[in-house]
Structures are given as structure tokens and as C-alpha cells.
């Protein structure tokens, strides 16, 4: 299981950190990723994070604003969003990547980041 | 970056129906090709993998075929839960890309 938290309203250029709670299997074991849904749209990969944290890529359309990052004693996963755009305004999954295929077998619910003024 | 396309963008169906969107990949993707349905205000769910493997837990309705750049996605018979959004998605190289989904509705 992963449970997202940390979304909200926020103004364009602020910043927010979003969480990811995960249990239920061996963390360190898995990389992990970031993918947003915008309301009406498609899925959008965001970031990733090897298993160890020190490899991370991102979509061209946030690097330089969002950090990925992961808290392996903790089983956490973390979203450092800065700069923050109204289009970055969207739902906000964790999802585990899948070794070999990387596919993304299991999915949080979400957590909601609106950016407006 | 590798650009998907699926086709149809939606579709009109009933229960039993059978079912095939096809998606597209700009580049090859060899066999990093998965398949994923979405359901208002549920979290996504990994249907197939590596082009025809099937997740745990997903009824054998559901298949995948394809090679390189070409794939498809068949349900044999339209169930009522099945009637959501699929997407498929990349995952050769980053930026790791998704289509921009299928839409079947009744």
C-alpha cells in the first residue's frame, strides 16, 4: 500500500511537499515514482527514484522545480515541488515501479495540488 | 523522447462486447509496453506488463499483443467495471511517456 499526503492550495511560485507512506512490502527493494492526472487529462509521469535514491530523472516540464527524494528507514517517499505553475495543478499518484518490466503495480489514491491565486 | 498514440480516443460498447484499442510508440520500445485502467476517483490499476503478461489479479479477458512500436489491448467480453479510461505507457527510457487514453463507455 502507498498513501499520499501533502496536497493543497497554493499560489502560483509557492511551494509545497508532498509524502508518500509506504508498508506492506520491502521499500528499499523498489524504485519509485511520481505521475500526476490534471482534471479532463491524461496520465503524466513526474519523476523517479532509484532504490537507494541516488539516481532521480524527471519530465523536462518540472526539472529545476521538483525534487524527488525517499527516506528508505522511513518507507518514504517525498515530492519537493517548488516555483509552482497553474499548470502544475493536478492529482498527484505515488506508484511503485516494478523490477524488470517497469511498470508501476501499485498505485496510492492521490493527493490533490491546486495552484491559483 | 518517445511519443505513444492510441486509437480510438473513445468508444461506445456494451457488456459482452469484445473490445481492442491499439496504441502506438513513436521509436521501439522493444517489449516495455504496459497497460493500465482508470475509473473515476480510483487509483490507476497495472492490467498487463511487458506486452501480454498478465497482473495478478486481472481476469484472463483481458489481453496483449504487439512487437516494436505496434500493440494492442483486447477485452473479450465487456464487463460492467471495465467501462473506464485505458492508457497504455513507455517503459524503454525516460521520460517515461503514457497515451493519451481510450475512453469506453456504454
Known amino acids: 500500500q502507498v498513501l499520499e499526503s501533502g496536497g493543497g492550495l497554493v499560489q502560483p511560485g509557492g511551494s509545497l511537499r508532498l509524502s508518500c507512506a509506504a508498508s506492506?512490502?520491502?521499500?528499499?527493494?523498489?524504485?519509485m515514482s511520481w505521475v500526476r492526472q490534471a482534471a479532463g487529462k491524461g496520465l503524466e509521469w513526474v519523476a523517479n527514484?532509484?532504490?537507494?535514491?541516488?539516481?532521480?530523472n524527471y519530465v523536462d516540464s518540472v526539472k529545476g522545480r521538483f525534487t524527488i527524494s525517499r527516506d528508505n528507514a522511513d518507507n518514504s517517499l517525498y515530492l519537493q515541488m517548488n516555483s509552482l505553475r497553474v499548470e502544475d495543478t493536478a492529482l498527484y499518484h505515488c506508484?511503485?515501479?516494478?523490477?524488470?518490466?517497469?511498470?508501476?503495480?501499485?498505485w496510492g489514491q492521490g493527493t490533490l495540488v491546486t495552484v491559483s491565486s | 523522447d518517445i511519443q505513444m498514440t492510441q486509437s480510438p480516443s473513445s468508444l461506445s460498447a456494451s457488456v459482452g462486447d469484445r473490445v481492442t484499442i491499439t496504441c502506438r510508440a513513436s521509436e521501439s520500445v522493444k517489449t516495455y509496453l504496459n497497460w493500465y485502467r482508470v475509473k473515476p476517483g480510483k487509483a490507476p490499476e497495472l492490467l498487463i506488463y511487458a506486452v501480454s503478461t498478465l497482473e495478478t489479479g486481472v481476469p484472463s479477458r483481458f489481453s496483449g499483443s504487439g512487437t516494436g512500436t505496434d500493440f494492442t489491448l483486447t477485452i473479450s467480453s465487456l464487463q460492467p467495471e471495465d467501462f473506464a479510461t485505458y492508457y497504455c505507457q513507455q517503459s524503454h527510457s525516460n521520460p517515461l511517456t503514457f497515451g493519451p487514453g481510450t475512453k469506453v463507455d456504454i
Open positions: 506492506g512490502f520491502s521499500f528499499s527493494d523498489y524504485w
Open positions: 506508484a511503485r515501479v516494478a523490477d524488470g518490466s517497469g511498470s508501476f503495480d501499485y
Open positions: 527514484t532509484n532504490k537507494d535514491g541516488s539516481a532521480k
